[in-house]
């Protein structure tokens, strides 16, 4: 089974606990802490395999998961980091936010990697809080947790070459004639609902990847038809082959197909009408295709066009000669395939800011202090230790939420929430 989309939930590995613990060895006397820190969680990495040609297991498998760090010990003993979990996705993956639509990662490199989510951190054990004031802290912190977040996989296939037209021109039986390939063929619109490659050989030594796309119909850059499906394909490859039914067997006009055609090109992507591009004439046995191929090359005179027939082969291996010559020329320009100028290849770093950023907004009674970082901070607090109660409270003080509490209105004993922790405030 072909699949070539698929959501899947991801979790990152929470960081380990740290641990509480002192020194207890003979003949040393008021022993200090001792708790070791908790091990990182797994990241979640995706990575191109070669061998994979489908989204299929992500179909059954929605939720991925990486394994948690391990608790700290006592004598400062680290827990164990736990492994990072390698997805293997086939090449042409586009990764995307299913929230917001924002592009993660497009993987099309051989063993191509990328971090979809970060392990969290493990929790400090005590040993990291003594101070000259307290050098017995009952305190640690509880591991982070791994990053989670919910993406989007659309394979788009990476094809040197794509055959583009209208449904029963004639795009399978191409690629049937000119490749190993078995595609579906039948007397009907919409027999190919799903991409097919074959691999052609031109010669001895020279070869490329042709991909039979689903046809297109008027409104497929909206989605009408097999619409995006069809599309978010045939964006990868390097030239297209347009096939159009000169002999008009359904009683159209094969040069209003092709403005067609190229018009939903150009609505899904700019350029991609424009992209390398060869007409095949097909179906010049059947008679009064030579007279439409004269009115469509008086239509569109710039247009490079072959005349072909699938069915008997006539004309197919010039066509296919002709294509691996604007591949070569591509490749003397240096130009790359199954890639989009509108897509990032490199990564930007910024610093965080040192200061917390927050917001209080009232919710009734409650006022709710809005901050990513409280957040995590109350995930990793440990409230039964009293000693992370009162590290949890200067670090409020000190990032200037409690005069922003107090300038909002907040008074003793008045509900405060900050993450999923409610408690009263103290002037």
């Known amino acids: 089974m072909f699949v070539d989309t698929a959501v899947v939930e991801i979790r990152a590995g929470d960081g380990g606990n740290g641990m509480v613990a002192y020194r207890r060895e003979k003949y040393v006397p008021l022993g200090g802490p001792a708790g070791g820190d908790g091990g990182h969680g797994g990241n979640v990495y995706f990575r191109v395999d070669q061998g994979l040609r489908t989204l299929l297991d992500f179909r059954y498998k929605r939720l991925i998961r990486a394994e948690a760090g391990a608790n700290g010990r006592h004598k400062n003993q680290h827990g164990a980091n736990a492994a990072d979990l390698i ?70 296939l990476i094809a040197d070459v794509g055959l583009v037209g209208l449904p029963s021109v004639g795009k399978s039986t191409l690629l049937s004639v000119v490749s190993g390939a078995k595609p579906k063929i039948a007397a009907y619109h919409f027999t190919t609902l799903t991409p097919n490659l074959g691999v052609v050989g031109v010669g001895e030594e020279s070869s490329f990847v042709l991909a039979d796309l689903p046809g297109l119909v008027e409104g497929a850059h909206e989605g009408l038809g097999l619409g995006h499906e069809f599309l978010r394909h045939v964006s990868r490859t390097r030239v297209l082959i347009h096939v159009v039914d000169m002999a008009s067997t359904e009683d159209r006009d094969p040069a209003a197909d092709y403005a067609l055609i190229q018009a939903e090109l150009e609505s899904y992507q700019e350029g991609l009408a424009r992209r390398a591009q060869v007409v095949a004439a097909n179906k010049m046995d059947i008679p009064g295709a030579a007279e439409r191929l004269e009115a469509f090359r008086r239509r569109w005179p710039g247009v490079e066009v072959i005349p072909i027939s699938a069915v008997s082969g006539d004309g197919v291996n010039g066509l296919m000669g002709r294509v691996a010559q604007l ?16 897509h990032p290849d490199a990564v930007v770093y910024r610093a965080r800011p040192r200061t917390v950023e927050f917001s209080v907004e009232r919710d009734g009674p409650v006022f709710v202090v809005q901050s990513a970082e409280l957040d995590k901070l109350v995930r990793m607090t440990n409230f039964d230790q ?33 993450g999923d922790m409610e408690f ?3 002037d």
């Open 87 to 156: 997805v293997r996705v086939p090449p042409g993956t586009v990764v995307r936010d299913a929230g917001s639509g924002d592009l993660l990662a497009d993987l099309t490199g051989t063993d191509q990697g990328v971090l979809i989510a970060r392990g969290g951190r493990g929790g400090r054990g005590n040993a990291h809080f003594a101070t000259a004031r307290n050098k017995a802290p009952d305190m640690a912190e509880r591991g982070e947790p791994g990053e989670q977040r919910t993406v989007r996989l659309e394979l788009q």
């Open 386 to 418: 009293d000693d992370a109660v009162k590290r949890f409270q200067t670090i409020l003080r000190r990032g200037g939420i409690d005069d922003a509490l107090r300038r909002e209105g907040a008074r003793d004993g008045d509900q405060i929430r900050v």
């Open 424 to 426: 009263d405030f103290v």
């Open 327 to 342: 591949l070569r020329e591509q490749d003397a320009r240096g130009d790359v395939a199954g890639t989009d100028a509108g």
